[in-house]
């Protein structure tokens, strides 16, 4: 049961360079979630998608973008990374039928930025 | 806008002793969903409990229980009997309900730590 999958799991890069990153899920999740957790703030949502072909922004949406080409796979791009970027990322997906469903997250993926 | 409050930024008890994890919430939806998610020290995010806000019954699980008291906002976890095992980060989240798209709010978290 691979559930909701990330990768990479770390990454380290330098300030300006490009990355995308991966998540994937097998379980036909209609919705899909970035989040970023920083220390002492908790998770914060960066995009999110209600279905294949549809983004839309979260709370802190600035330095990223966004693609769900297909219905698994939701991908997050930092075009030019800063060092503010610097965090842990997690995808999450959930079912669309009723909205109180939980969300099921990936492992994360850590992400430096020098 | 919404917003979750966990005052308590770390908790630290010896085993077996019961603890609460406190989660104070605001929002101006009518119907909502509060959440409760445990992140071990390997990092992921495990979904714990969710709750309705027209239910305000109780939940025990097992060890866990939850108190979800809309009068004061807030949605409180107690561990009965804690183990070393229950040593981990716990979020408190919260997302409207009416929209459907569950954009979740998470509070700080909570550390906890039981010692043996």
């Known amino acids: 049961n691979a559930g909701v999958t990330q990768t990479p799991k770390f990454r380290v890069l330098k300030t300006g360079q490009s990355m995308t990153l991966l998540c994937a899920q097998d379980m036909n999740h209609e919705y899909m979630y970035w989040y970023r957790q920083d220390p002492g703030m908790g998770l914060r949502l960066i995009h999110y998608s209600v279905g294949e072909g549809t983004t839309a922004k979260g709370e802190v949406p600035d330095g990223y973008n966004v693609s769900r080409l297909k219905k698994q796979n939701f991908l997050l791009g930092l075009e030019s990374a800063a060092p503010s970027q610097t965090s842990v990322y997690f995808c999450?997906?959930?079912?669309?039928?009723?909205?109180?469903?939980?969300?099921?997250f990936g492992d994360g993926t850590r992400l430096s930025i020098l | 806008a919404q917003k979750v409050t966990q005052a308590q930024t770390e908790i630290s008890v010896v085993e077996k002793e019961d603890v609460t994890l406190d989660c104070v919430y605001e929002t101006r939806d009518t119907t909502y969903y509060l959440f409760w998610y445990k992140q071990p020290p390997s990092g992921e995010l495990v979904f714990l409990i969710r709750?309705?806000?027209?239910?305000?019954q109780n939940e025990i699980s097992g060890r866990y229980s939850w108190n979800f008291q809309k009068s004061t906002s807030s949605f409180n976890f107690t561990i009965t009997a804690s183990q070393v095992v229950d040593s981990a980060v716990y979020f408190c989240?919260?997302?409207?309900?009416?929209?459907?798209?569950?954009?979740?709010?998470f509070g700080q978290g909570t550390r906890l730590t039981i010692n043996p």
């Open positions: 709750r309705n806000s027209f239910d305000e």
């Open positions: 999450a997906s959930r079912m669309g039928v009723v909205s109180n469903q939980p969300q099921h």
């Open positions: 989240a919260l997302s409207e309900a009416q929209q459907g798209a569950q954009k979740l709010v």
